[in-house]
């Protein structure tokens, strides 16, 4: 194929995920024939209708942006046959594509997830990874079947998770090696260098939707398994416990050994309150609390809680 070909491409997101991929298209010069979005929806304390991230990227560049409210209606099927793409690009849109629709583009429909496929397949590839203690992650293109991220792998690259990285930081850093990622895939079906690898379903793991009740927090389970809680849910949803009836939100820990007793702690006992923080049983370690947020109030250091509350040794977060 010709290297300086431009694909028709019609470029399927939603999230700011997927905005550097967006943006990473249209300077590597391929014609982004549509962008297709979750429709407006409200936010915040007005309620007021907001744009998603690609949207605003797409109108910024002028590129027709569609927002189906039902993406398996013939109507809309019909109006992406019509526009011709050569591939159509699928990155954190948020909605299952139908069959009629994998089906209309030559050169199939290509997904970058944020994952080494075949692990952690599904919607918090992310998070999962990180709550689960990986030492690495990373991106994966693939083409898209009917299954749930079970197609062909097109390329994947590896990046290290570092134990003080948050899903935050992940998604930062992915969101922009996706992009990277997303190009060279394009330039190697050009080129034709590519040869789609099937997945091996065995050794296949799955990271389903977070929910609130993921983030509470079990003191049993030691607090490395903790640490990486906290890490993997910061900042949505958040892990979270309670005391004194109250819910707290944590949002940094650090491991720090044996709790020196000799006697058998309670998990969730406060160990000892100090300017570092708030040391707590965790299972046979115990955990630093350095950051968190009680219920209706702002994030604040735990030197800064320590101050406001009368938190000491022997209470109990439960």
């Known amino acids: 194929m ?51 991230p690609v949207k605003e990227l797409a109108i910024k560049h002028n590129f027709s942006v569609l927002q189906p409210e039902k993406i398996n209606h013939e109507v809309f099927i019909g109006s992406i046959k019509k526009l011709l793409p050569d591939v159509i690009v699928v990155i ?33 590839p992310i998070n999962w990874a990180i709550i689960n ?41 992915l969101k922009d090696i996706g992009a990277g990622l997303l190009v060279k895939t394009i330039k190697g079906l050009k080129s034709g260098t590519i040869i789609p690898a099937p997945q091996d379903n065995s050794q296949a793991t799955y990271a389903p939707m977070l929910k609130k009740e993921n983030g509470r927090i079990d003191w049993t389970t030691g607090a490395e398994g903790i640490k990486n809680l906290i890490r993997g849910l910061n900042p949505w949803p958040g892990a979270y416990t309670r005391w004194q009836g109250r819910q707290i939100k944590i949002f940094k820990g650090a491991w720090v050994g044996s709790h020196g007793s000799g006697a058998r702690m309670e998990p969730g006992t406060v160990i000892n309150v100090s300017a570092d923080g708030i040391c707590v049983a965790a299972g046979k370690d115990a955990l630093l609390i350095t950051e968190l947020q009680p219920e209706n109030k702002n994030k604040m250091s735990a030197s800064e809680f320590i101050k406001g509350y009368r938190i000491g040794k022997g209470q109990i977060f439960d």
Do not use: W
């Not at 700011?16 to 024939?33: D, M, R």
């Not at 594509?97 to 919607?123: M, T």
């Open 2 to 52: 010709d290297l300086d070909k431009k694909f028709r491409v019609i470029f399927m997101g939603t999230p700011e995920f997927a905005v550097p991929s967006l943006k990473a298209l249209f300077e590597a010069g391929e014609e982004v024939v549509a962008v297709v979005t979750q429709p407006d929806k409200p936010k915040g304390r007005g309620k007021h209708l907001t744009a998603p």
């Open 92 to 124: 954190a849109y948020g909605k299952i594509l139908p069959k009629a629709i994998l089906d209309i583009p030559p050169l199939g429909c290509i997904n970058v997830h944020a994952s080494l496929l075949p692990k952690y397949r599904g919607a918090a």
């Open 133 to 173: 203690g990986e030492k690495e992650t990373g991106i994966a293109t693939m083409l898209m079947d009917e299954g749930m991220d079970t197609g062909a792998i097109l390329l994947t690259e590896k990046v290290e998770i570092k134990g003080h990285d948050t899903a935050a930081d992940m998604y930062n850093k």
